[in-house]
């Protein structure tokens, strides 16, 4: 149970692409999903956290014009990097927690992650 | 601000040697600790939530512990398919639903 479905795994575009990627709980629902940017051997860092049906929160320093994200049903969220550059190079992360009643502390469940380089 | 310390960074040890790896945290109040592993190229795996001190939970070679300032991953008699990098992570009761991750410690088992 728990699986986070994230897709692409990778993606090679030229700079001045908008890529998007997307983000799937395939057994259970998750009103919560969270993006998340990881740097070679360094931690993940949030990016933004995404409700169903409202708007994601973003992180302070994280750019929500440049980083787009829908969250439009309880089993998909996207992320679509708008324009973008070499320096937007870097492994995207998924995450979804599921919906159950005392769900807060819940574990958050994790896709396999999006290489993404911009040439 | 929320901190999380992982040590040490890496770790070597031959298959059998057990060991232990260290997570201090800073909250403000403290909502869970969470263990994950994470193989090259993937996403974390989830392994453990600990909600407050003393609890312990054990799953095959692994037993993670928590105090009010650090959580222990001890591996006992690890298997070469062990290796990975092990993440920490803490949820806050005053940031919702954020989780702050450790940068990890990477183990290798060798035979």
């Known amino acids: 149970g728990a699986v986070v479905s994230q897709h692409p795994s990778w993606v090679i575009c030229k700079s001045g692409t908008s890529v998007k990627i997307e983000c799937r709980s395939l057994?259970?629902?998750?009103?919560?999903m969270f993006w998340y940017r990881q740097f070679p051997k360094q931690s993940l860092m949030l990016m933004a956290t995404?409700?169903?049906?409202?708007?994601?929160?973003?992180e302070q320093g994280v750019e929500k014009d440049k980083f787009l994200i829908n969250h439009a049903s309880l089993t998909l969220s996207t992320l679509t990097v708008t324009s973008a550059h070499p320096e937007d190079s870097s492994f995207y992360i998924c995450?979804?927690?599921?919906?159950?009643?005392?769900?807060?502390?819940?574990?958050?469940?994790f896709g396999d992650g999006t290489r993404l380089s911009i040439l | 601000e929320d901190q999380v310390t992982q040590s040490p960074e890496a770790l070597r040890l031959q298959e059998g040697e057990s060991s232990s790896l260290n997570c201090s945290y800073t909250?403000?109040?403290?909502?869970?600790l969470f263990w994950y592993r994470q193989d090259p190229g993937k996403g974390p795996e989830f392994l453990f939530t600990?909600?407050?001190a003393g609890e312990e939970k054990e799953k095959e070679r692994l037993k993670a512990t928590l105090t009010k300032k650090e959580s222990f991953l001890h591996i006992t008699a690890p298997k070469p398919e062990d290796s990975a990098t092990y993440l920490c992570?803490?949820?806050?009761?005053?940031?919702?639903?954020?989780?702050?991750f450790g940068t990890g410690t990477r183990l290798q088992v060798t035979l």
């Open positions: 600990l909600y407050s």
């Open positions: 995404s409700n169903e049906g409202s708007k994601a929160t973003y």
């Open positions: 057994d259970f629902q998750a009103t919560t």
């Open positions: 995450s979804a927690r599921g919906s159950r009643t005392g769900s807060f502390n819940q574990p958050q469940h």
């Open positions: 992570a803490v949820q806050d009761t005053g940031t919702a639903s954020k989780l702050t």
């Open positions: 909250v403000s109040g403290l909502r869970g």
